[in-house]
């Protein structure tokens, strides 16, 4: 089945530091990925949409200057956390769909710890 | 935000069937029932989806009410390992080609499973 890679699965950081999450899709095409993050014992909370090619979507209340998104490549999409605080210590998953199919489910990577000290 | 409503927990004992309850009562006629469920310390795994009809997979099986306002996913028999938190959404297919659609989840059924 699909596989969605995402590297690194777990980063500690200093604060003030900025980090770098990529998502691969690994044998299809996405042309859009999704960011969420989790929070301890919550839901995901959707982040953003990463268009490839084109600027991403953010949703309300998540700042597009600290959480930077690049989809540079049909198989690739990165976030990057920029001037990272405590505050931004989550565990960040990515998903993505195959553009060549119709309905289709989403595949999530397995998610990445941030801990920011 | 989440437009399906489902228990907060529920428990089941190894072996035996689970039945998960999700209320979509303004489901729209473009709207797909997915559900997916994710283990501990892990990203979400795709379970099932269907539109209409009910749906079986090597997973799980999905009963969905005549008037799609609700839906049921079943586990015939439950293992330590189906313990997870499961999440049923709603996606438009109307935005399908575009792939745009965001899929928003709500706060899902933590299943216990008890050996």
């Known amino acids: 089945g699909a596989v969605v890679s995402q590297h690194p699965s777990r980063v500690i950081c200093k604060s003030g530091t900025s980090v770098k999450i990529e998502c691969r899709s690994l044998d299809f095409q996405a042309t859009t990925m999704f960011w969420y993050r989790q929070f301890p014992k919550q839901s995901l909370m959707l982040m953003a949409t990463s268009n490839e090619g084109s600027k991403a979507t953010y949703e309300q209340g998540v700042e597009k200057d600290k959480f930077l998104i690049n989809h540079a490549s049909l198989t690739l999409s990165t976030l990057t956390v920029t001037s990272a605080h405590p505050e931004d210590s989550s565990f960040y998953i990515c998903?993505?769909?195959?553009?060549?199919?119709?309905?289709?489910?989403?595949?999530f990577g397995n998610g990445t710890r941030l801990t920011v000290t | 935000d989440a437009k399906t409503t489902q228990p907060n927990s529920m428990e089941s004992n190894e072996e035996e069937p689970v039945h998960l309850p999700c209320n979509h009562s303004?489901?729209?006629?473009?709207?797909?029932i997915h559900w997916y469920r994710q283990l501990p310390s892990q990203g979400p795994e795709y379970v099932i989806h269907g539109l209409t009809s009910n749906v079986n997979n090597r997973m799980a099986s999905l009963a969905i009410a005549e008037d799609r306002k609700s839906s049921t996913l079943i586990l015939h028999r439950a293992t330590l390992r189906d313990a997870a938190v499961y999440y049923c959404?709603?996606?438009?297919?109307?935005?399908?080609?575009?792939?745009?659609?965001?899929?928003?989840f709500g706060a899902g059924t933590r299943l216990f499973v008890k050996a």
């Open positions: 998903s993505a769909r195959d553009r060549g199919r119709g309905a289709t489910p989403l595949h």
């Open positions: 959404i709603l996606r438009d297919r109307s935005n399908q080609n575009t792939g745009g659609f965001k899929t928003i």
């Open positions: 303004t489901i729209s006629g473009t709207d797909y």
